[in-house]
């Protein structure tokens, strides 16, 4: 799958992010993604987003998507995931919906945030990672917007989208989740 301009701002994010389509198989990841449930991306991209929670909570994530058909979009929601190893933790997901030029549904660009690693410290590296995000798409709309191809300026909206959710978490909440 190329990349383009607006997801290259997600290579080596200090987030867990995946985009899956609209039956919860993995299309894509970064390495954050990778690198914190233990594998390599290879080893994700084709598997569905249930081999990466455990089976007991099947219908947590079950729950969750039936959120995101029914709104397009989940916000804050508690799920457990099941690293290559056998472990687990509690992340916390956000998912936006990926439309195609037609409005029909592609799947979803999805952010997980391990709760375990919820610092002062990686809150402010989050806030001011969706803070250069959104100026590096801004400066892509200014710029290259009108010359992209559908599936490209599709991927844009998508990415555009998910970021100004993600710069309205309300991370002093989501510490109040934690356990």
């Known amino acids: 799958m190329p990349q383009t301009e607006a997801r290259k701002t997600l290579k080596d994010a200090p987030v867990m992010w995946r985009r899956v389509n609209s039956i919860g198989i993995i299309l894509d990841c970064n390495s954050t993604y990778a690198a914190n449930l233990g594998y390599v991306k290879s080893e994700i991209l084709g598997k569905s987003i249930f081999e990466h929670v455990p089976k007991d909570t099947w219908e947590d994530m079950n729950d969750s998507l039936k959120i995101w058909f ?15 190893d056998g472990k687990t933790f509690s992340g916390l997901l956000q998912a936006t ?27 402010k590296e989050y806030e001011a990672f969706f803070k250069e995000s959104n100026a590096k798409l801004h ?18 909206d998508g990415l555009k989208k998910m970021f100004e959710m993600l710069s309205s978490v309300n991370f002093n909440e989501i510490n109040k989740m934690i356990i």
């Open 97 to 123: 919906s990926l439309y195609d030029e037609n409005k029909n549904l592609l799947g979803s660009n999805t952010v997980i945030f391990d709760l375990a690693q919820m610092s002062d410290e990686k809150i």
């Open 139 to 156: 400066e892509i709309k200014e710029k290259e917007y009108s010359q992209l191809d559908k599936n490209s300026k599709s991927e844009y």
């Open 70 to 84: 029914e709104t397009g979009k989940v916000t804050d929601r508690k799920i457990t995931f099941k690293k290559q």
